[in-house]
């Protein structure tokens, strides 16, 4: 017992001597900056008005400047110039680095009360980013004081009406930097005025074509091509990163893949656009490839975590068990907490059919991110297995809200509904999921067989999706059979005899063994013997025979009519003779 409390001792010694050393090393961090401010001034170069307290004095000036630039553009191609940032007068005054030490240390109403009185550019981008994220911060407080930390509630950001209204001043006033224009164009946005965060967006992109999360809030405003070709971009090579992003949201995949490999030529050992090539792929749902890539990023990048989840969905669904166990357990020792580690962990444990446990893990990525859209499809999809269909339509739901164009959470609620027995939700929600992610089969095969349901009986409209699944590389080699049986049920022979060739010659290619391929040769061996076109009928009995079930007797019972019919002699059955 004494041990077991001088452990205990120890432990909480050492964990208070920690804290000491962060809480010590924010203090000197503090101190740092606010020693900054009392800094006494040249006084060759400033007149005895300005004391030490001025603000905007500096006693650190910029030693070195440069108008160079350096940029990389495709071979071959002419870009515009990257633009040259006006720099302030006083750029690391000393209220601006005290005001970027709170606001590096999270302390955000801290760092903007500093630079109430700044009026350089980037003082005034500071002290209003710093009060957009302190914002937030309360938001999201709020939210988990209403809802819990993954509920919904009505909590906003109470600072954008103010920021708003002096953005959109300074904006007037062009007294406003790049940086200042994507603040405001991302309070526009937050706002709901789309059209007008389109065109500061561009503005700001245009004059520093730098800063991505500019052209990332661009994009997320470009939910149509039409919009995206309305935009008046600069013809700078961030443009094409730009561009191969939209394209991939868009779900232009192929676009999207063009632009990323015209880019690798230039940047050719960018870890990023290997990435993106992969994710764009994996989208043409090209497996093989993916694993290819994934494997050799890893290779060039072993304690990568990013983009991981996207590697873990393609090893899940080749049911890669070891392959996707040690990546489970390598980003695990790299970063446990990270949601794209939780999802690789729920994905391991939903192939092992532990579908409780890899709940738990989604669960875990969304605290980490609330609006980790990924966990919450899957875990949508771990409720449908557990049959928990209301849980499932809710984080299917989440994830619609997070982003109305992920075709696999309507995808999910059409199977939910399917599941609760009501086809005609089940039918809205597969015809969004189709009209987002119009070449996946398994979409059109699922609203096929949503009209097949008993309730709607829908034939016509089934075979439609049928065939366009088919037309969309059907891997599973379920559209083709089921096409034949739609048409033999509907009373189309010829139909059904061509749709039943077509799957036949697949499963021969593919060396496919089952009772659909019996089914498909008993069909033609009937249909052309009844057509009194013996030859191609005994092609099909002759591969029946290969089979040791009924449809082998069956088989020779149709060789042995045909071979009467061929002779000329009647029938020896007994409904032939006269009484």
């Not at 600072?159 to 994507?182: A, H, Q, W």
């Not at 999207?256 to 490999?261: H, N, P």
Request: glycine share 4%.
């Amino acid at each position: 017992m004494q041990s077991v409390i001088g452990n205990r001792m120890k432990f909480d010694s050492l964990y208070i001597q920690n804290l000491y050393l962060v809480f010590f090393s924010l203090v000197l961090i503090y101190r740092a900056a606010e020693q900054l401010v009392g800094i006494e001034q040249d006084p060759a170069k400033f007149t005895p008005s300005n004391t030490r307290f001025q603000r905007g004095s500096s006693s650190i000036r910029r030693r070195f400047r440069t108008n160079e630039i350096t940029s990389t553009p495709p071979t071959g191609v002419a870009y515009v110039s990257t633009p040259v940032m006006e720099e302030d007068e006083v750029i690391h005054g000393d209220f601006y680095l005290l005001a970027k030490s709170y606001f590096d240390c999270r302390e955000y109403r801290r760092a903007a009360h500093v630079l109430r009185d700044q009026t350089g550019k980037k003082s005034v981008f500071l002290r209003c980013y710093a009060l957009y994220l302190a914002g937030e911060k309360r938001k999201e407080e709020e939210m988990i004081e209403l809802e819990g930390p993954l509920g919904k509630s009505d909590a906003v950001n109470r600072e954008l009406v103010s920021l708003e209204r002096e953005l959109s001043t300074l904006c007037k006033n062009s007294m406003i930097d790049p940086f200042g224009l994507y603040l405001y164009g991302l309070v526009l946005k937050e706002k709901g005025n789309e059209n007008l965060a389109r065109k500061v967006l561009v503005e700001s992109v245009n004059t520093y074509p730098w800063n991505w999360s500019a052209w990332s809030e661009l994009q997320s405003l470009c939910t149509t091509v039409d919009i995206l070709n309305s935009l008046n971009l600069s013809n700078h090579w961030m443009k094409e990163f730009f561009l191969a992003s939209v394209y991939q949201e868009l779900r232009m995949h192929n676009e999207s893949l063009s632009k990323y490999e015209n880019l690798q030529d230039t940047f050719t050992f960018s870890n990023y656009i290997q990435a993106q090539i992969a994710k764009a792929q994996y989208s043409l749902r090209e497996f093989e490839q993916v694993e290819v890539i994934f494997e050799d990023l890893l290779r060039n990048d072993p304690y990568r975590v990013e983009d991981m989840d996207t590697y873990s969905n393609v090893l899940y669904t080749k049911e890669c068990f070891s392959a996707l166990s040690y990546l489970a357990h390598r980003v695990i020792m790299t970063d446990k907490y990270r949601p794209e580690s939780c999802c690789i962990i729920g994905n391991y444990y939903s192939l092992k059919g532990q579908h409780e446990k890899s709940v738990i893990y989604f669960r875990r990525a969304l605290k980490l991110n609330k609006n980790y859209l990924s966990a919450w499809t899957l875990m949508g999809h771990e409720y449908v297995e557990m049959k928990n269909t209301p849980a499932a339509v809710d984080a299917y739901r989440r994830a619609v809200d997070i982003n109305p164009r992920d075709y696999r959470a309507w995808y999910g609620l059409g199977q939910a509904y399917e599941m609760m027995g009501m086809p005609h939700y089940a039918l809205h929600y597969f015809r969004k999921s189709v009209f987002f992610q119009p070449i996946d089969s398994r979409l059109w095969i699922a609203m096929a067989q949503c009209y097949e349901s008993e309730q709607l009986h829908m034939l016509e409209e089934a075979i439609k999706c049928y065939k366009r699944a088919a037309n969309c590389n059907d891997t599973e080699a379920i559209a083709l059979h089921r096409l034949a049986k739609l048409h033999k049920e509907l009373g189309r022979p010829e139909e059904a005899v061509f749709y039943y060739r077509k799957d036949l010659e697949r499963m021969e290619a593919e060396e496919r063994e089952g009772p659909n391929i019996v089914e498909a040769l008993m069909f033609l061996a009937t249909h052309y013997k009844a057509q009194k076109r013996f030859e191609e009928a005994e092609v099909y009995c002759t591969r029946l025979l290969d089979y040791t079930g009924p449809e082998r007797e069956t088989a020779k019972s149709l060789l042995r009519g045909m071979r009467i019919a061929q002779s000329g002699f009647p029938s020896m059955d007994v409904e032939h003779f006269h009484p």
